[in-house]
């Protein structure tokens, strides 16, 4: 029989806030944390915009030797890690540690560190380059570093599937503490891809919003006149917790992790399949691991990426897995105030549905000025609606066809 799984802390570091508390208050009010990007020279480059983390006082928690000796995206984890413990009161950790894990993905790393020392060798020769350079760049060393930090010694790895990573590395979790490998776990994923080799090579392939004129209107998603995602930096992270170990210890628990669903397109490099194929797929195989109607689920927070092609794909498969019920459904895509954070992008997408449902509330989608026809779902429009919510669907698709999707639910013993 497996192990039924909640959500016992939540951790964020992103473009609208650091910390659940101010990202949820930026969701509610429609706050875009789209900007013109600071951290880069982007002057020749077409695409000038993103979302930075801003106001992050990483020295609180880490010596200045420790930050020289990591990438970004393993900055933007510990401080999200040492927020989801704090949250879940697990500072101190758990009488069995061997049990406590730690799963964090990313899409692509360390790649501000393989920039800089590729230029190094190439520049000054194979002497220049850091001895930290490996141990800094590889994409799983973020899950290393919390498990060292705290000393987590349950399973632990990174999840790399691209824009899937975090979604994967959830339902990972969701997975080894169901069958009884491990009690609690840290879950999600980080990215700080805001870098001119990333600028230069999503710029290259077309899949950037280029409205460099207004950095806060630039992620629309479903909005007739999108024209590309938003690239983001941060990290969102969950302390996934078996449900009797958390109630013995007394916390709080802000849901339940119902379902898990994973597929491949199997078909183009960047493209999704037509008509969805590949996330109806993943969103019946989630609902039919959580084993509830489809009538159950009340918002969807959707991938939601303001590029034509997802944006109009992910409405077509919603419709096909949720039939009539489509209509009452509420969808909206968070992405239009973070933007598109890569592989944590369903690490924080998954705080928000949750933060959603202990709220009541579903986050608008803002910038959603002109109707698409070809998009003609319920997407909250511009404005945070009150609702009540027992059952989240929460979807997450990425290049190579990686379609990942989790449901959240109310708790209740």
């Not at 020749?44 to 990438?71: C, F, P, Q, T, Y």
């Not at 944590?344 to 000025?369: D, F, K």
Request: net charge negative.
């Amino acid at each position: 029989m497996k192990q039924r799984v909640v959500v016992t802390g939540m951790g964020v570091v992103s473009p609208v806030g650091v910390g659940k508390d101010e990202f949820w208050d930026s969701l509610i009010s429609g706050r875009s944390g789209i900007d013109h990007v600071t951290k880069i020279d982007v002057s020749d480059m077409s695409v000038k915009i993103g979302g930075e983390v801003k106001n992050l006082d990483v020295e609180a928690l880490l010596s200045r030797k420790e930050i020289d000796r990591l990438d970004d995206f393993s900055i933007y984890a510990l401080v999200a890690a040492d927020e989801t413990l704090k949250d879940g009161e697990l500072e101190d950790g758990i009488e069995n540690m061997d049990r406590f894990g730690a799963i964090v993905g990313s899409g692509v790393g360390g790649l501000e560190t393989m920039e800089e020392q590729s230029i190094r060798l190439k520049e000054r020769g194979p002497r220049a380059v850091s001895p930290f350079f490996i141990t800094k760049f590889i994409s799983d060393i973020a899950a290393g570093q919390i498990s060292m930090k705290w000393e987590l010694k349950g399973p632990n790895y990174g999840v790399v599937s691209a824009c899937s990573s975090a979604t994967h590395a959830i339902g990972n979790a969701m997975r080894l503490i169901q069958y009884g490998d491990a009690d609690v776990v840290i879950a999600g994923g980080a990215e700080a891809a805001l870098t001119r080799l990333s600028f230069a090579g999503f710029s290259r392939m077309r899949a950037l919003s280029a409205r460099n004129d207004e950095p806060q209107k630039a992620s629309r998603p479903f909005d007739a006149d999108r024209d590309g995602f938003v690239m983001s930096e941060g990290a969102g992270l969950l302390i996934v917790e078996e449900a009797e170990h958390a109630l013995k210890r007394g916390a709080r628990i802000y849901g339940e992790l119902i379902g898990y669903g994973a597929t491949a397109d199997a078909y183009h490099v960047t493209a999704p399949a037509p008509g969805g194929e590949g996330a109806i797929r993943a969103m019946q195989r989630a609902i039919s691991d959580a084993g509830i109607d489809l009538d159950q689920v009340d918002y969807v927070n959707a991938h939601g990426t303001s590029t034509p092609l997802n944006d109009k794909n992910e409405t077509i498969a919603i419709k096909e897995v949720f039939g009539e019920h489509a209509a009452r459904l509420s969808v909206s895509s968070t992405k239009s105030m973070t933007g598109h954070l890569l592989g944590a992008s369903g690490g924080i997408e998954a705080i928000a549905s949750l933060l959603a449902m202990n709220h009541g509330v579903i986050p608008p989608t803002i910038n959603y000025e002109t109707p698409d026809p070809e998009c003609d779902l319920n997407y909250t429009p511009n404005r945070a609606v009150k609702k009540d919510i027992d059952c989240v669907m929460s979807n997450t698709f990425g290049f190579g066809g990686h379609n990942a999707v989790l449901l959240l639910k109310r708790w209740k013993m």
